[in-house]
C-alpha cells in the first residue's frame, strides 16, 4: 500500500457499511480519502476512527445526479489535485417485482433510482475519474463494488431489479478493462463481488444466514490495492466460509 501514501481516492456511498469501513482504512494507509454521500456529516464522523496519516473530507452529493457528481470530482481537481483511486461503492435495493403479473411491483420512482444510483452513476463517476488520471498520466485504480447477484440470476424474484444492475457492473467492467488495454494504459480496473454483507441494505435477513461484514469486504479491496503495477485482479469474489457457491 505504500505506493498510494499521499494519494486521493474517492469512495462513493462513505457513508456506512463497506464504504465507511473502507474510508477508515485507506486513511490508516495515508490517503487523502473524499468520501461521497448524501449524509456527509457521517462522513465527517469517520475521522475519530482513523489511526493513520491520511484523513477523511467528505462531499455532499447524490450519486443518481449526474451534476452533482460532475461538480463533486471538480471539487476534488482543484482541492486535491485529482482522483488517483475510485471505488464505486454507492449502491440501493428495492426488493419487488418488475411488472404487476404478481403481487408486490416494485414502484417507477424505485426501480429509475436503482438503475441511477447503482449503474448510471458508477459510469459517470468513472468517467470523471479517468479523465483525471489521463489528464496527469497518473495510473490509478477504478474498484467496482458488484454483487454475487451480478454473476447469476437469483431465484428470488425480489432481486430482479438490483440483479440486473449489477449484471450491468459486470459487463461495465469488462468493457472498461478491454477500453483500457486498447489504449494501452495501465489504469487498474477491479469488480469485487461480495455475497451478502451486513450493511443496511440487509437490515432483517435471517440470523442463521451466512455473512460477511463491511470491514472484511474492505480488507479484501485493500489487498487488491496493494497488488504490483503489473498485475490487475479483474474480479473477485467475495463470500463466507460458510456461504454456499450460487
Known amino acids: 500500500m505504500e505506493r498510494w501514501s499521499n494519494k486521493v481516492a474517492v469512495v462513493t456511498g462513505a457513508s456506512s457499511g463497506i464504504g465507511a469501513s473502507l474510508s477508515v482504512r485507506l486513511a490508516d494507509h495515508g490517503m487523502v480519502v473524499v468520501g461521497l454521500a448524501r449524509r456527509a456529516h457521517l462522513v465527517d464522523k469517520l475521522n475519530s476512527e482513523v489511526n493513520g496519516t491520511g484523513k477523511i473530507v467528505s462531499r455532499k452529493c447524490d450519486i443518481s445526479k449526474v451534476d452533482e457528481i460532475e461538480a463533486a470530482f471538480e471539487w476534488v481537481e482543484n482541492k486535491f489535485g485529482g482522483t488517483d483511486v475510485l471505488v464505486n461503492n454507492a449502491g440501493t ?4 417485482k418488475i411488472t404487476d403479473a404478481t403481487d408486490g411491483k416494485v414502484s417507477d420512482d424505485a426501480i429509475l433510482l436503482t438503475i441511477d ?38 431465484f ?5 431489479i438490483y440483479s ?8 461495465f467492467t469488462a ?29 432483517g435477513h435471517s440470523a442463521d444466514q451466512p455473512i460477511l461484514e463491511p470491514g472484511e469486504v474492505a480488507d ?3 489487498y487488491v490495492l496493494s497488488t504490483p503495477p503489473n498485475v490487475n485482479i ?13
Open 93 to 96: 435495493f428495492a426488493p419487488g
Open 117 to 154: 444510483v447503482n449503474y448510471k452513476g458508477l459510469i459517470m463517476c468513472t468517467r470523471q475519474a479517468v479523465a483525471s488520471m489521463k489528464k496527469r498520466n497518473f495510473d490509478g485504480h477504478i474498484i467496482n463494488i458488484n454483487s454475487v447477484a451480478g454473476h447469476y440470476i437469483p
Open 156 to 160: 428470488h424474484s425480489d432481486f430482479n
Open 164 to 171: 440486473s444492475t449489477k449484471h450491468a457492473v459486470t459487463a
Open 175 to 203: 468493457a472498461l478493462l478491454n477500453e483500457m488495454a486498447d489504449a494501452k494504459r495501465k489504469i487498474k480496473v477491479t469488480s469485487v463481488s461480495p455475497g451478502l454483507v451486513r450493511t443496511e441494505m440487509t437490515i
Open 220 to 222: 479484501t479491496i485493500l
Open 234 to 246: 479483474s474480479e473477485l469474489e467475495v463470500l463466507s466460509t460458510a456461504e454456499k457457491k450460487l
